[in-house]
T-cell receptor, first 116, second 113 residues
Framework: EAGVTQFPSHSVIEKGQTVTLRCDPISGHDNLYWYRRVMGKEIKFLLHFVKESKQDESGMPNNRFLAERTGGTYSTLKVQPAELEDSGVYFC??????????????FGQGTRLTVV | AQSVTQLDSQVPVFEEAPVELRCNYSSSVSVYLFWYVQYPNQGLQLLLKYLSGSTLVKGINGFEAEFNKSQTSFHLRKPSVHISDTAEYFCAGRSYNTDKLIFGTGTRLQVFP
């Protein structure tokens, strides 16, 4: 079974440009999460989809970030326009909807974004 | 406030020595606790999790962790490390009413021959 897949693995863009990150969750996983790690700091939650609906977007830093999950399958995270402070590693994770709350989140390899 | 603290940013250790990676949490994220590992050029992989029950949790690759409510700690241990354990380790917590994980800043374990 394929794991969580993220594209691209690396991206280097200039300040002011637009970048779109993609995440393909594990098939059948309704929950999809985006996290970000700025260099040297903790991994921080950005938002959570349940199927195609945004369940929690409290971690989105500002309106330059737009996340979508059309059809409840893959998700994209667009940064427009990118700023220097957006540099970091963006992780995607997915999990099954589960009656208990201890369900494991499976993470992708991350996309390393560098804004210059 | 919800927080997870990893007290050591780097831990150097010789092969076959024991290791302990420290993690403390705030009470608001104490319901579920996790340790993840990130090997070079790979994603985050779950090592172990504490949901309820026995406070000593065993995970993959010989790691274990102990949930200590009175000390609000969830330290990760391994009695004898290998070179292949070189990686970054993240402690994370989650509360009842949310699905999001609160992570610590990570501990980089470097195992030397």
């Amino acid at each position: 079974e394929a794991g969580v897949t993220q594209f691209p693995s690396h991206s280097v863009i200039e300040k002011g440009q637009t970048v779109t990150l993609r995440c393909d969750p594990i098939s059948g996983h309704d929950n999809l999460y985006w996290y970000r790690r700025v260099m040297g700091k903790e991994i921080k939650f950005l938002l959570h989809f349940v199927k195609e609906s945004k369940q929690d977007e409290s971690g989105m830093p500002n309106n330059r970030f737009l996340a979508e999950r059309t059809g409840g399958t893959y998700s994209t995270l667009k940064v427009q326009p990118a700023e220097l402070e957006d540099s970091g590693v963006y992780f995607c994770a997915s999990s099954q909807v589960y009656r208990g709350r201890g369900t494991e989140a499976f993470f992708g390899q991350g996309t390393r974004l560098t804004v210059v | 406030a919800q927080s997870v603290t990893q007290l050591d940013s780097q831990v150097p250790v010789f092969e076959e020595a024991p290791v302990e990676l420290r993690c403390n949490y705030s009470s608001s994220v104490s319901v579920y606790l996790f340790w993840y590992v990130q090997y070079p050029n790979q994603g985050l992989q779950l090592l172990l999790k504490y949901l309820s029950g026995s406070t000593l949790v065993k995970g993959i690759n010989g790691f274990e962790a102990e949930f200590n409510k009175s000390q609000t700690s969830f330290h990760l241990r391994k009695p004898s490390v290998h070179i292949s354990d070189t990686a970054e380790y993240f402690c994370a917590g989650r509360s009842y009413n949310t699905d999001k994980l609160i992570f610590g800043t990570g501990t980089r374990l470097q195992v030397f021959p």
